[in-house]
């Protein structure tokens, strides 16, 4: 994805997730180790108050990563930080979103982008926020 003449205040453009199965969640306690029964075992999610089965944190995160490498590369992720805020449900529909807070000329050739991030489930509710720098080519002039 292209982004040029970035400047603090500019809204990035969303990533979109499908909407969240079983199967992904049981794909990813394979892929990430994570085999608490809260992700994948209804009965144990309700006998923990939680109704139904829930999505893994990293999940949430691991899109938020993807949403980054989409717009910049991943050689030019530098840092990535987040917080959980709410529990993702079967269904839900999250969509990465990020503002630009900074862009910080390195040299003639890049600049430091400091980035707000948070991904959103269909209401609207923020279930991880965080914050991340990426480098940007050009100068602050260039590509992300």
Known sequence: MILRNLKAG????????EPISKVQLLKYAGASGDYNLIH???ETARAAGLGDVIAHGMLSMGFLGQFLTDLAGPENVRRLQVRFGA???L???LTCRGMVQSVEPIDAERSLVTLDIWAENQRGEKV?????????????????
Do not use: Q, W
Not at 10 to 17: E, F, M, Y
Not at 128 to 144: P, Y
């Open 128 to 144: 991880t926020t965080g914050a991340a720098e990426v480098f940007l080519e050009g100068g602050g002039r260039g590509t992300i």
């Open 87 to 89: 529990m993702v449900r």
């Open 40 to 42: 994948t075992d209804v």
């Open 10 to 17: 500019d809204s990035l453009p969303p990533l979109v997730k």
């Open 91 to 93: 269904g839900d529909v």
